[in-house]
Structures are given as C-alpha cells and as structure tokens.
T-cell receptor, first 109, second 116 residues
C-alpha cells in the first residue's frame, strides 16, 4: 500500500516557466513533509520541508504547499532553470519516513 | 564533514553469492536508514536504526536480507544468497532525530548492485 504517491512519473517544463510537482498521501498522522532532489549517480539531497501546522513554506525559488484536507502536497519552482532537471521525491514522516516514487523533471531551454 | 560514505559504489556478483554493503553515517547522527531504489518501486525503506538499535525492519524483503549496526559509525546490509531481482541501487542515509532538523536525512551516493 503506497502511503505517499507521486502520480506523474515525468514532467517537462520550459526554462523560465513554473514547475509544479504534486504528491498525495493517505496517512493523516503524517506531521512533516519533505522534498528531495536527486541527480543521476548521486543520493537524494534535501530540498525543502513543511510541518503539518503550516500550509506554505518558501525558500528562494522553491515553495511547498500543503493542503491537509485534501492530503495533498505540491512543490513549485519558479522560474525553472536547466539545473533543476532531476528526479524529485516527496516524503512524509510520522515515526519513520515514507518516500514517493519520484517525478523526473526536465527543464527545456 | 565527508557526508555519508558507502562502499562499494558498484558491485557485480553472481546469483547465490553473498553481498555485503557498507555505510558510515555522518558523525553525531543517531539514526541510520537503508533504502533500495528500483524503477518499479522507487525508494523503499528497508530498515532503520536509532542509537544502533533496529527500530523498524518491516521493509526487509525476506530472510536473505540482514542488517547490523555494531557501533554508531558503521552499518552493513548483507544479502545471502543474492538473486537477480535484488539488482538495484542501495542507499544509506543518516539523520539526527530529536532536533528540529530530525526528519531531514542525508544520503550517501549509493551502491549499484547487479546480480547476474
């Protein structure tokens, strides 16, 4: 049973536009949510997080939105840059951490 | 800090052989996680340790897999005997649980395992 789902395996966006990556979860007890970014041949690196008591967290070009009633999380990247091309993992935490399957983002020049 | 160190980076072995993956977490971290990444299932948590004690091993696929953490600076994941379906990238991650950043994990570069 996949508790954290990223339904889009891939996303292609033009440079300078907004990238929106989505994530859904089923466990209402999750209290912390994270996004990780992964380049080929490297381990995932932490990008941004949000506590369940908030609905938005912003860090530079990256903003994470949390909609608890819909059990939905999204990551907005604006403006998108070629270096943002990577696989993005959504993760949620209660006691342990559960990862989604990842979305491959490609930024086209 | 050198970050999380994993060895080997690549391992190719024949079916039935024993495979041992190694991990050195970041100094001062008290939690260690082993993950497996495949195309089909994404990142799966296999097991995690807190203060060297296994807390949740429900993700370990079967008895062929075992993990140990004899001290705070070293962990192993062993597969015996290995099978072709074990081919994947195995990541180790560590974090400090207890502080505000407790949920943020730091990943190693991974070990790419190929079982032929």
């Amino acid at each position: 049973d996949q508790q954290v789902k990223q339904n889009s395996p891939s996303l292609s966006v033009q440079e300078g536009r907004i990238s929106i990556l989505n994530c859904d979860y089923t466990n209402s007890m999750f209290d912390y949510f994270l996004w990780y970014k992964k380049y080929p041949a490297e381990g995932p690196t932490f990008l941004i997080s949000i506590s369940s008591i908030k609905d938005k967290n912003e860090d530079g070009r990256f903003t994470v939105f949390l909609n608890k009633s819909a059990k939905h999380l999204s990551l907005h990247i604006v403006p998108s840059q070629p270096g943002d091309s990577a696989v993005y993992f959504c993760a949620a935490s209660e006691y342990g951490v559960v990862f989604g399957q990842g979305t491959r983002l490609t930024i086209n020049p | 800090d050198a970050g999380v160190i994993q060895s080997p980076r690549h391992e190719v072995t024949e079916m039935g052989q024993e495979v041992t993956l190694r991990c050195k977490p970041i100094s001062g971290h008290n939690s260690l996680f082993w993950y497996r990444q495949t195309m089909m299932r994404g990142l799966e948590l296999l097991i995690y340790f807190n203060n060297n004690v296994p807390i949740d091993d429900s993700g370990m696929p079967e008895d062929r897999f075992s993990a140990k953490m004899p001290n705070a600076s070293f962990s192993t994941l062993k597969i015996q005997p290995s099978e072709p379906r074990d081919s994947a990238v195995y990541f180790c991650a560590s974090s400090f649980v207890g502080g505000l950043a407790g949920y943020e994990q730091y990943f190693g570069p991974g070990t790419r395992l190929t079982v032929t």
